[in-house]
């Protein structure tokens, strides 16, 4: 591991030394909840723009992030488009502990499903921040791996553009975007749309999604408000899994072919920000529904439907005050948050069956927080950044259906959260920081669901957070080297030992990210992306296994990238991108007695050409038709012999066309 990291690091730092400006303050983001310069963050942060975006081999955001953003994502085992992502090891709860905004508001969902990424057009895409490690200070619970917000492009006072966007592909691929700008001094619009069909690589695994999002800006001279709504429209086929024996002799195959899921939603959010002195006010209100419809068919005439419909109201006020302390510069955050959550599940034995359910389940979670954080400058090069948050969580579930009598239950909990950073300043494009901190994470509604009384919810999940790190940044170079250590009490977990959800005992994630990024020339840029991450369970016994030692499942010990794009001329470029994934414990498997998942390594090429107002390009994904897998599950915890797996698409051309009016 020592001899990867240290030749990561020469690889991406070798080109660096070629840059000689400095680090460029104009690059904004929002790791403070407010827009800022990148140089006022504490940490590193990784942003991905809307250029990178259209030079890359991704066709979705997940595919993005995967990418271009060093997440690690793998297929979801629902079969549904929506990945599940994971940041910093936490294997199947990942999406648990790597919180997803949009435009700042929470997306990430409070159930055992992934953020709905697919809802969002990537043509609406301005940026997307990742940063890693705990967030809870600013943004609350499931932020232990770290926040990704996703920035829509916003209205602005400049010419009218249009913008349309065609791709065909293999498998009956199909992508059709529109998007729209317009504005003026004192107001803007912005729509994004965009359908989305393909039959996918698997029988029964056809997907159709179809997106709206617009947002309408008014501008005043201290200030600004923009009114955000959005739509979402999804129809999935779920082809199930492959056994082993299936993925060797017929990896296409289905063995559900009636199952199905449907997913309808919209959001809209009012936000606001003025100006008064050195005080920013800014406040978001968002309210947020979804519904979704799963059918499976087990065989011989056992069928289950199940209907869910999960609401969100926020709001979230906030202050910034920018000026001096003890003569030197300072920025002091202070804010409050409030969500309310509900949820009602119904099932039945099929969608007939639903006005009169075997199952009916309530639960709601009200979350009331106040937070601050303060950065300021010790001296010209060291700054200081300290923050706490305090969280009152408010937790019902009531099952008034179901086959046994279960009372309705509500809980309060209190929650912590802390952060203290140091970052030094040592030359003009150098700067090392550390971080040290308290994150929690409660349980979901998922994780927390009882048909039989007594209803037991788990307990919040702690952790200590600590990292340190080197960034540079100068011109078009970048580089970020940290290593973290994160220890973790009552980490909420499926234990296919027991099984059941349990609080373990204590787990410990450890790992070291390398990423760096040049300009090779004029003609050339790359990229290159490392980490190491170790997974594993400090101490536990459950089921009469004992666990202390072992790896946690599906956590790639190893993960690797290499992007590399050269410019033939100013019109023609040709993008080759490698990722690697190392071996990985298979799901369910605790007790670490069956093999490793085997790792991979997958090719994309991309080739684009400008022509006017223009652009054509044919891509390449799994230019070597690898057959592989990212998700797999063992068929029996304690005593392993073989597994189950959901194949990834093979090889897939795209060939797309945009033109900009």
Not at 4 to 11: D, K, N, R, T
Request: aromatic share 8%; hydrophobic share 40%; with cysteine.
């Amino acid at each position: 591991m020592k001899r990867s990291v240290i030749a990561a690091l020469i690889a991406a730092a070798a080109p660096l030394a070629l840059a000689q400006s400095p680090e460029d303050p104009a690059v904004i983001v929002t790791a403070t909840r407010f827009p800022d310069s990148v140089l006022a963050a504490p940490v590193g942060v990784t942003v991905i723009t809307s250029e990178d975006i259209r030079n890359s081999t991704a066709t979705s955001v997940a595919e993005v992030l995967n990418k271009l953003g060093g997440v690690h994502t793998r297929i979801n085992f629902l079969g549904t488009p929506d990945l599940p992502i994971d940041l910093r090891g936490f294997g199947v709860t990942g999406d648990q502990n790597s919180l997803v905004l949009l435009n700042g508001q929470r997306i990430s969902e409070n159930e055992l499903a992934a953020a709905r990424l697919t809802g969002i057009p990537l043509n609406a895409i301005e940026r997307i921040e990742i940063v890693r490690g705990s967030g809870s200070v600013l943004y609350g619970g499931g932020t232990t791996g770290g926040t990704i917000n996703i920035i829509t492009a916003a209205p602005a006072a400049a010419p009218a553009r249009t913008t349309l966007y065609g791709a065909l592909g293999n498998d009956a691929t199909r992508d059709l975007r529109v998007g729209h700008i317009s504005g003026g001094e004192t107001s803007g619009l912005a729509l994004y749309a965009n359908a989305y069909e393909s039959d996918n690589f698997r029988r029964n695994n056809h997907a159709a999604q179809e997106n709206l999002t617009g947002e309408w800006r008014l501008t005043g001279a201290s200030g600004s408000i923009a009114l955000r709504a959005g739509g979402e429209h999804q129809r999935s086929r779920l082809p199930g899994a492959r056994t082993e024996t299936e993925l060797a002799t017929d990896p296409r195959g289905t063995s559900t072919p009636n199952d199905y899921a449907n997913l309808d939603g919209w959001s809209t959010n009012l936000a606001a920000q003025s100006q008064i002195g050195d005080l920013t006010l800014a406040a978001d209100a968002g309210y947020r529904s979804r519904e979704v419809q799963f059918f499976s068919d087990f065989g011989g005439g056992v069928t289950a439907f199940s209907d869910t419909n999960t609401q969100v109201w926020s709001v979230s006020p906030r202050l910034r005050w920018s000026g001096a302390l003890l003569g030197q510069p300072n920025l002091f955050v202070l804010g409050v948050d409030y969500s309310d959550w509900s949820y009602r599940l119904r099932g039945a034995a099929d969608p007939q069956g639903i006005a009169a359910p075997t199952t009916v389940e309530n639960s709601g979670q009200v979350h009331q927080a106040l937070y601050f954080q303060n950065h300021t400058h010790v001296t010209d090069t060291l700054r200081l950044t300290i923050g706490a948050r305090r969280e009152r969580m408010v937790n019902s579930i009531d099952v008034p259906v179901s086959l046994t009598v279960v009372p309705p239950k509500s809980e309060v909990t209190v929650l912590p959260a802390t952060e203290l950073a140091l970052r030094y300043q040592f030359l003009p494009a150098w700067a090392a920081y550390a971080r040290s901190g308290k994150s929690f994470r409660v349980a979901n509604v998922d994780e927390n669901r009882c048909f039989s009384a007594p209803c037991n919810t788990l307990l919040p999940q702690t952790s200590r957070d600590n990292e340190v790190g080197l960034l540079y940044r100068r011109d078009d170079s970048s580089f970020r080297a940290s290593y973290f250590n994160i220890d973790l009490k009552n980490e909420i977990h499926f234990n296919a030992l027991i099984p059941t959800n349990v609080n373990l005992s204590p787990t410990r994630r450890r790992g070291a990210e390398i990423e760096g990024a040049t300009r090779l020339g004029r003609q050339a840029d790359l990229a290159l992306r490392y980490s190491v991450t170790d997974a594993r369970f400090r101490e536990g016994t459950y089921g009469g296994v004992d666990v202390a030692g072992n790896e946690v499942p599906l956590v790639p010990r190893q993960r690797a990238s290499l992007l590399l794009g050269w410019r033939f001329d100013d019109a023609t470029r040709l993008t080759f991108a490698d990722y690697y994934v190392g071996r990985q414990r298979y799901d369910n498997d605790q007790a670490n007695r069956f093999r490793k998942m085997p790792s991979y390594s997958i090719t994309d090429i991309k080739l684009s050409h400008r022509r006017g107002s223009a652009v054509f390009s044919l891509g390449i994904n799994n230019l070597f038709d690898k057959l592989y897998y990212s998700y797999a599950i063992v068929n029996h915890p304690t005593a392993p012999t073989t597994f189950s797996a959901y194949p990834e698409r093979r090889r897939s051309l795209m060939a797309t066309v945009e033109l900009t009016l």
